[in-house]
């Protein structure tokens, strides 16, 4: 007993240092993407523009109407997608799930991109219709993967992973073909903006819907992560301990299709952010979702703000998609990953 009063208090400790040295580097990560970027404006001039204090000119508004709603989707996105990451990882009890290799994040895409084609919602496309039509597109795509992927009540990584990239292939080629059978130019740009990830189009408000999103669904995540620390003992034990794991399941799934389609309707594709930040994360705390979704949340928003830092600035003025920058970051880790994976049960399942 005095063994294990002695241990909590180091593991608090732990824990509240993991806490302030991940917020503090969300703080530089975001003061470094108001200070950098085609036209670099000192520190000194921007935190006086926060304040308040600078005189008029072109820097306020750089800062305030572009940079900022900027750094803070960027945060609000990475901190979705980590979270959601992670609770797919719990909920199909597979450490490949992710929003992107599970084609949910294509299904939020293609969902967004049928409003912008077919012209649904008028002019409420981007603040009601959007999102809508992105949920209903990930949680469609969820719900195949998963039901492919499941055979006689178990789920392999071989079969997820394959069911995760045909579904991929699908809502890819139905991209393509809406775009290869649309007359306007502007489809163009926002098939590519939806395929390849960016926020370049952040703007104060395109903004609330996500941030309000994340945080009701993060709030109600917390309540529930006694049942998603079940779900990590196996699904007979997690029965056996009062849990109805079919309703509980499915409940979580529309959740997470809900959050994913809002991220991904503000934001486009940014892929492997919930792939790698819960692992990373889950050598630092542990596995308890009660102690890992809080860090998860601030480990994803700081990943995706540095993420959206390089690819505006790596190129001199020329900026790539935030999506490349974290699919070559991502790739190698998931193919390590996979390796590591299939070693313990085999591709074919």
């Not at 609770?87 to 929003?99: E, G, I, K, M, S």
């Not at 294509?106 to 649904?120: E, H, P």
């Not at 620390?229 to 979580?252: I, P």
Request: proline share 5%.
């Amino acid at each position: 007993m005095s063994c294990k009063t002695a241990a909590a208090p180091p593991r608090r400790l732990r824990y509240t240092l993991v806490l302030a040295v991940l917020a503090a580097a969300l703080l530089a990560a975001g003061l470094a993407g108001l200070v950098l970027g085609s036209v670099r404006i000192p520190p000194g001039d921007v935190l006086r523009i926060l304040t308040g204090d600078a005189p008029a000119g072109p820097f306020p508004t750089i800062v305030l109407d572009v940079r900022l709603p900027r750094v803070l989707l960027g945060a609000v996105v990475g901190a979705g997608l980590a979270v959601i990451g992670t609770v797919l990882q719990a909920l199909v009890r597979n450490p490949l799930a992710d929003p992107f290799l599970l084609g949910v994040s294509s299904g939020a895409s293609t969902g967004a991109v049928m409003v912008v084609v077919l012209g649904v919602g008028g002019g409420l496309a981007s603040t009601v219709s959007m999102p809508l039509a992105a949920f209903a597109g990930s949680l469609a795509a969820l719900v195949a993967v998963y039901a492919m992927a499941r055979r006689g009540g178990t789920m392999t990584t071989g079969r997820l992973v394959l069911a995760g990239v045909a579904v991929q292939y699908i809502l890819s080629a139905l991209t393509s073909l809406v775009l290869v059978t649309s007359a306007k130019a502007e489809h163009l740009r926002s098939i590519m903006f939806w395929t390849l990830g960016g926020l370049g189009q952040a703007r104060w408000n395109t903004l609330w819907l996500p941030a309000l999103v994340l945080l009701a669904g993060l709030a109600l995540l917390l309540t529930l992560a006694r049942p998603l620390d079940l779900l990590l003992v196996g699904e007979e034990g997690a029965t056996v301990l009062g849990l109805d794991t079919g309703r509980f399941r499915a409940a979580v799934f529309v959740l997470a299709s809900l959050v994913t389609g809002v991220l991904v309707a503000a934001s486009g594709s940014i892929g492997f952010v919930g792939l790698m930040v819960p692992h990373a994360v889950r050598m630092l705390v542990g596995a308890s979702h009660r102690a890992l979704l809080p860090v998860v949340a601030l480990a994803g928003a700081v990943f995706v703000v540095l993420a959206d830092l390089l690819a505006r600035t790596v190129a001199g003025s020329q900026e790539i998609p935030v999506g490349v920058v974290t699919a070559l970051a991502g790739g190698p880790f998931f193919l390590w990953l996979l390796r590591r994976t299939t070693r313990t049960e085999g591709i074919t399942g």
